[in-house]
Nanobody
Framework: VQLQASGGGLVQPGGSLRLSCETSGFALDYYAIGWYRQAPGKEREGVSC????????YNLDSVKGRFAISRDSGKNTVYLQMDSLKPEDTAVYYC??????????????????????WGRGTQVTVSS
């Protein structure tokens, strides 16, 4: 199982980025995928999650209406479209996968149980 996140960069407040998580080694439709982020000096937090089978999505309250997670099984890729970016969205973003469920833990979308498979992070910096 491999995951590779890409698409990060420097963007001005109000701008947009689309992160990609390319996967291999498993059937994407049968694994839940989560996007997590970690800002300097802060703990890692779940941002968005897409579940198996029905593709239900879950988002952190602070990104609802701005971020959207989606899945293209034909390309084995999961996306995180991020619009109306704010400086507080600055973080390293990671994608993770496992044969797990998306759940809300303390109002944060995460995979449960904790995912075994992680991609390398991609840096997102929102600054003017």
């Amino acid at each position: 199982v491999q995951l590779q996140a890409s698409g990060g960069g420097l963007v001005q407040p109000g701008g947009s980025l689309r992160l990609s998580c390319e996967t291999s080694g498993f059937a994407l439709d049968y694994y839940a995928i989560g996007w997590y982020r970690q800002a300097p000096g802060k703990e890692r937090e779940g941002v968005s999650c897409i579940s198996t089978i029905d593709g239900s999505t879950y988002n952190l309250d602070s990104v609802k209406g701005r971020f959207a997670i989606s899945r293209d099984s034909g390309k084995n890729t999961v996306y995180l479209q991020m619009d109306s970016l704010k400086p507080e969205d600055t973080a390293v973003y990671y994608c993770a996968a496992d044969y797990a469920a998306c759940v809300e833990r303390d109002r944060t979308p995460v995979l449960a149980p904790d995912p075994r498979y992680w991609g390398r992070g991609t840096q997102v910096t929102v600054s003017s």
